[in-house]
């Protein structure tokens, strides 16, 4: 069946993935079997043991420093490490790797006492966080902030309303990105702050079901007021949080994008076995010519995907990454992985389509993925944008 290519796989990365696969099979597996077959998302104790569990094995957050708590690891490893999670199958897999709610690159950019004080817990596993960025009425154009900070003196007010934050519930601290106002009649563009979740004023509002299972949730911030500590980067971060955010969404596409290919690696494995096995007319239907243009169109598409997003992960490790290359990634691994659980679904007809059949649960994960990070319609826009189409 097809796999991560081994010319792609250089500097010890073979070992590492292996490593980590046999990790998922042996305590991972066993412990996602004892889950009920139609729960959609583990609870949260055993959701923070595999984060803990996975990064006293080195792997949660392995690409931030020894001294952090990480591994070192290069880019391109990470997005490896994130495609075998999404090739395995296994339901607790993705809690085993730093995504969403685990340490972001907006803190790569704090003052020292920031990153002791924030940044290692989440690369150690023994806290999450969550983002507030969106706006009722600023999603894709995530920069149309109503939420300001005023400043005054040595202090910072933060007044406005989040929307559509994942795992709110159970983060520590919260990044929040908003409209500066410097307090003297000047504006100077976004501004990122770090706040415990327990900060006066900060408080989690309504509550939304997602298709997957996964809440999403509003945040609502009233007169939040918070010293110079709180601003991530310190008085340099005043103003910085689009520069900071573009270079945090750029690698989270690309997470994104190597958990969706591993995701379509995983629906078509399913498909080819199930078309091997299931007989119809007294011949097993993967004989019929439908269905195998299913798993072949699929499986074309999957090995151009998985080596678009290795190639844009080279480049972040490399330091010549440009938004647009993350934008390319993501937009063509995400349509990809939607697709695959698609028609693996289909080939797999009713079976398929039951509430707790893997891929039941898939195709309603998958479609997900072409919303978060950017639509697939902005990243359209990005790299149209590259191409000098504006």
């Known amino acids: 069946m097809t796999s991560t290519p081994s010319s792609v796989l250089e500097d010890g990365h073979r070992e590492l993935v292996d490593a980590f696969e046999s990790f998922i099979r042996r305590e991972l597996v066993p412990l996602a079997a004892e889950l009920p077959e139609t729960a959609d998302q583990p609870p949260a104790d055993l959701r923070a043991y595999v984060r803990k569990r996975s990064a006293a094995l080195g792997f949660y957050a392995g690409d931030y420093p020894e001294e952090l708590g990480g591994s070192d690891m ?3 490893a990470v997005v490896l490490l994130h495609h075998a999670a999404g090739r395995s199958g296994c ?8 995504g969403s709610d ?3 690159p907006l803190l790569r950019n704090g003052t020292p006492e920031q990153i002791e004080r924030h940044l290692v817990p989440l690369v150690r596993g023994e806290q999450t966080r969550c983002l507030a960025l969106t706006e009722p009425h600023a999603g894709s154009d995530a920069f149309r902030l109503t939420t300001t900070a005023v400043r005054t003196g040595d202090t910072w007010v933060l007044n406005g309303r989040k929307t559509f934050v994942s795992n709110a519930d159970r983060a520590g601290i ?7 106002d410097l307090g003297d009649g000047s504006t100077v563009g976004a ?7 327990d900060q006066p004023g900060l408080r989690i509002g309504q509550r939304y079901e997602g298709m997957s299972g996964e809440p999403l949730f ?9 010293g110079p500590e709180a601003v991530i980067g310190g008085e340099e971060g005043i103003g910085a949080a689009t520069a900071l955010a573009i270079d945090s969404l750029s690698r989270g596409r690309l997470v994104v994008a190597a958990m969706c290919n591993g995701v379509a690696e995983y629906a078509l494995r399913a498909g080819v076995e199930y078309a091997r096995e299931r007989e119809a007319f007294g011949r097993p239907i993967g004989d019929y010519q439908h269905v195998q243009e299913h798993l072949v169109t699929t499986r074309a598409e999957v090995e151009a995907s998985k080596l678009l997003t290795l190639a844009c992960a080279r480049l972040v490790d490399d330091g010549t990454e440009a938004p647009e290359n993350a934008a390319l990634a993501k937009l063509t691994a995400s349509e990809t992985a939607v697709r695959a659980v698609d028609r693996s679904l289909q080939v797999h007809g009713a079976t398929g389509w039951v509430r707790g059949h893997p891929l039941e649960f898939l195709y309603r994960y998958v479609r997900m993925m072409t919303i978060i990070e950017g639509t697939s319609e902005v990243q359209k826009v990005i790299i149209a944008r590259s191409m000098g189409l504006n």
Do not use: I, K, N, R
């Not at 919260?174 to 500066?180: E, I, K």
């Open 74 to 76: 290069p880019f391109t």
């Open 91 to 98: 339901s607790l897999a993705p809690y085993a790797l730093a």
């Open 102 to 104: 685990g340490p972001s």
């Open 174 to 180: 919260v990044l929040v990105v908003a409209a500066t």
């Open 191 to 197: 501004t990122a702050f770090v706040l415990p979740m």
């Open 218 to 226: 509003e945040l609502l911030l009233d007169g939040v007021t918070v």
